[in-house]
Nanobody
Framework: QVQLVESGGGLVQPGGSLRLSCAASGIIFSIFAMGWYRQAPGKQRELVAHISSTGTTNYADSVKGRFTISRDNAKNTVYLQMNSLKPEDTAVYYC?????????WGQGTQVTVSS
């Protein structure tokens, strides 16, 4: 059974930082591409950051220079370090694992940026 469990969300003031984690089980983590997505109220889910199985990363323009995605294959975990947070970063953040056309999603973690 595949499970992706996100953690690390919460309430933070503008300019603050959070680190999200996504722990995977039930998959051969190292061969999966991993992504962080977010969905704000009334908006479509969008890709925030992606890391391939070989460590190649890419980011949405809106988060470049502020967010960093990384993975630890020994811990079956992908991270999203979020710095200089803005109110428009408020959303539910989801982790996705993808390989060979098979995608698996976590349940999401809420990030709220507000003073």
């Amino acid at each position: 059974q595949v499970q992706l469990v996100e953690s690390g969300g919460g309430l933070v003031q503008p300019g603050g930082s959070l680190r999200l984690s996504c722990a995977a089980s039930g998959i051969i983590f190292s061969i999966f591409a991993m992504g962080w997505y977010r969905q704000a109220p009334g908006k479509q889910r969008e890709l925030v950051a992606h890391i391939s199985s070989t460590g190649t990363t890419n980011y949405a323009d809106s988060v470049k220079g502020r967010f960093t995605i990384s993975r630890d294959n020994a811990k079956n975990t992908v991270y999203l370090q979020m710095n200089s947070l803005k109110p428009e970063d408020t959303a539910v953040y989801y982790c996705k694992a993808g390989f060979g056309g098979n995608d698996f999603w976590g349940q999401g973690t809420q990030v709220t940026v507000s003073s």
